[in-house]
């Protein structure tokens, strides 16, 4: 069965320093993978995808993710984080009907 | 320019009253999504249609209705049945069933007093 397991609830960084929100996932062939971001009150808006090829990918605001089939990882990441990132990250992959997602990570930035 | 609307942003309703979120599209797209979302819980399916006149549950139905009349609108009803109808409902779409992204609206938050 697919799923989809963000390890973590919360996470609190420095402004300016480097982020990384951890995504597994389970699905029994080659998945499309997603990251959502969301503001308070707010729909989701993505923020990168992966459907095949090049395994890192690119996606807006500064966004990076890795693909990594040994793992069943698909983890986000950001070199230098500023305020407005401060919202709740989904990571999100599709099945046959429609996607699964997370359970979502809460990013705190703090001055 | 091309989205989705929800309507309205926020509701109240009285216990054992039914309510109607309206979600309407003009991407052109096949499929549309209802999503109830808890905190903590992250997204939970409640409805799709991959076509128009023609709808499937999701993972949590009961107590929701849908219809499906255009292609444009996928409306969600929250009925008297359903037990625990506080939260934010999210609508969304995409070109059609197991193809890309989902689009979201901005979300409907319901409130049962």
């Known amino acids: 069965a697919q799923s989809v397991t963000q390890p973590d609830i919360h996470i609190t960084v420095s402004e300016g320093a480097s982020l990384e929100l951890r995504c597994n996932y389970s699905y029994g062939a080659t998945p499309y993978l997603f990251w959502y971001v969301q503001s308070p009150g707010q729909g989701l808006q993505l923020l990168l995808k992966?459907?095949?090829?090049?395994?890192l990918v690119q996606g807006i605001k500064g966004f990076e993710a890795e693909f990594k089939r040994s793992q069943s990882s698909f983890n986000l990441r950001k070199p230098s984080v500023h305020w407005s990132d401060a919202a709740e990250y989904f990571c999100a992959l599709t099945g046959a009907n429609n996607l699964f997602f997370g359970t979502g990570t809460r990013l705190t930035v703090i001055p | 320019d091309g989205g989705i609307t929800q309507s309205p942003k926020y509701l109240f309703r009285k216990e054992g009253q039914n309510v109607t979120l309206s979600c309407e599209q003009n991407?052109?797209?096949?499929?549309m999504y209802w999503y109830r979302q808890d905190p903590g819980q992250g997204l939970r399916l409640i409805y799709y249609?991959?076509?128009?006149?023609?709808?499937q549950k999701g993972d949590i139905a009961e107590g929701y209705s849908v219809s499906r009349e255009k292609k444009e609108s996928f409306p969600l009803t929250v009925t008297s049945a359903q037990k625990n109808p506080t939260a934010f409902y999210l609508c969304?779409?995409?070109?059609?069933?197991?193809?890309?992204?989902?689009?979201f609206g901005e979300g409907s938050r319901l409130t049962v007093l």
């Open positions: 992966y459907f095949s090829g090049d395994t």
């Open positions: 991407l052109n797209h096949d499929a």
């Open positions: 969304a779409s995409r070109p059609g069933a197991g193809t890309g992204e989902l689009f």
């Open positions: 249609s991959q076509i128009v006149n023609d709808f």
